[in-house]
């Protein structure tokens, strides 16, 4: 059973497209998030939703908006696509609860969507 | 802000060496602590993690990372590395307070040559 799940797994397309990658999670957590992968490796949070309520927005640009339709799916749409949008996008989900103080939950992550932008 | 540190980009190994790879972070207050793995082509697993008590931590695999609070450290250690342990290496820092963001080092790339 695969807890978090992401489609699609690669997607090409040209430059000034919109796209959607969706994630799903199975583990029944209120928490969920979108991390951006850059060429060498770099993992940067994007967003993160909690009980389908965003509370983190990490300076991305408003090309990307993410939308939690319920609490275990979180989809990333993005318009006008540009070269640099290019990289491995990671969703991820956990059970941390806002309010409360972190009790150490680890992320779970999905396998990762390749973005190719030509 | 807080940060993290990975000094080492790249570790070449051969197979049986033993491993430390480091991990620092600058915050002062409670924290929690990750250790990721990603092996190629594949998404992040934990290999373990710190939030209170021993701070001499052991994970999946034969890995282990100690905490020492005076140095804002976290790193990560294996006796004997094996050729499937070949894989990008990630250390991750959370503030134990409310809800907070995980925060990544730059990772570590390892390889072991058999």
């Known amino acids: 059973d695969t807890a978090v799940s992401q489609t699609p797994k690669y997607l090409v397309t040209q430059m000034g497209n919109d796209k959607s990658i969706k994630c799903e999670q199975n583990l029944g957590h209120d928490t969920m998030y979108w991390y951006k992968q850059d060429s060498k490796k770099f993992l940067k949070i994007m967003f993160s939703?909690?009980?389908?309520?965003?509370?983190i927005n990490e300076t991305v640009p408003n090309r990307f908006s993410p939308k939690s339709p319920d609490k275990a799916h979180l989809n990333l749409h993005i318009n006008s696509l540009e070269l640099g949008d290019s990289a491995v996008y990671f969703c991820a989900s956990s059970q941390e609860d806002r309010g409360l103080s972190s009790g150490g939950y680890e992320q779970y992550f999905g396998p990762g969507t390749r973005l190719t932008v030509t | 802000a807080q940060s993290v540190s990975q000094h080492n980009h790249h570790v070449i190994l051969s197979e049986a060496a033993s491993l430390e790879l480091g991990c620092n972070y600058s915050y002062g207050g409670t924290v929690n602590l990750f250790w990721y793995v990603q092996y190629p082509g594949q998404h992040l697993q934990l290999l373990l993690k710190y939030f209170s008590g021993d701070p001499l931590v052991k994970g999946i695999k034969g890995f282990e990372a100690e905490f020492i609070k005076s140095k804002f450290s976290f790193n990560l250690r294996k006796p004997s590395v094996q050729w499937s342990d070949t894989a990008e290496y990630f250390c991750?820092?959370?503030?134990?307070?409310?809800?907070?963001?995980?925060?990544f080092g730059t990772g570590t790339r390892l390889l072991v040559s058999p």
């Open positions: 991750a820092v959370k503030k134990n307070t409310g809800f907070q963001k995980l925060v």
């Open positions: 939703y909690n009980n389908k309520e965003l509370i």
